[in-house]
């Protein structure tokens, strides 16, 4: 299970890194380079989405459970 969350964040900042190598390339094609920045920020909030519905997903079958703050120790 660890290594899904980990993949997945590998995944996320990895499409983060390529949105921000697209960002500061220079060059003729500026509209390729937006949209190139565009999809690499598209790909990072789906798989941000595609995360968070699978931990939600994982809670819901019983595999991961909430453990919380201890309060009052």
């Known amino acids: 299970m660890k290594f899904v969350f980990l993949i997945a964040f590998i995944g ?3 499409a983060l890194a390529a949105a921000g190598f697209f960002m500061l390339r220079h060059g003729r094609g500026n509209d390729k380079r937006g949209s190139n920045m565009a999809r690499a920020l598209a790909v990072r909030v789906a798989v941000s989405v595609a995360l968070f519905a699978f ?3 994982c809670w819901w079958m019983g595999w991961i459970e909430p453990k919380g703050v201890p309060v009052g120790r």
Do not use: C, N
């Open 55 to 57: 931990i939600l997903f």
């Open 12 to 14: 996320i900042l990895g």
